[in-house]
Nanobody, 124 residues
Framework: QVQLVESGGGLVQAGGSMRLSCAAS????????MGWFRQAPGKEREFVTA????????NYLDSVKGRFTVSRDNTKNTVYLKMNSLKPEDTAVYYC?????????????????WGQGTQVTVSS
């Protein structure tokens, strides 16, 4: 399996920016895509963005398009989530995940390994 460790979360004011990192280790050679999901209190976990490891192709949740950017550094086995123009509605625990399956990268059940999450809190 793949071990994933998120970092970079914290408290930020609305309109601010934050960069999350997800370092992968273990059986990373089987990874097809890396995704970011988030879960707010009392809500279901939702897809935020994903990036295909080899091609770099990306997908985004509509509400974060133009504000969030996902990228990866293959040499460091690390993916990043740059978040700009943050809103209180973005407050959630953010998780990174690794998928070994081809396709379905926006679906949480398509991912095989998950990090422990990092809290992002956006204040008004």
């Amino acid at each position: 399996q793949v071990q994933l460790v998120e970092s970079g979360g914290g408290l930020v004011q609305a309109g601010g920016s934050m960069r999350l990192s997800c370092a992968a280790s273990g059986r990373t050679f089987n990874t097809y895509a890396m995704g970011w999901f988030r879960q707010a209190p009392g809500k279901e976990r939702e897809f935020v963005t994903a990036i295909k490891w080899s091609s770099g192709d990306t997908n985004y949740l509509d509400s974060v398009k133009g504000r969030f950017t996902v990228s990866r550094d293959n040499t460091k086995n690390t993916v990043y989530l740059k978040m700009n123009s943050l809103k209180p509605e973005d407050t959630a625990v953010y998780y990174c995940a690794a998928s070994r399956r081809v396709g379905g990268i926006t679906l949480n059940w398509n991912y095989d390994d998950w990090g422990q999450g990092t809290q992002v809190t956006v204040s008004s």
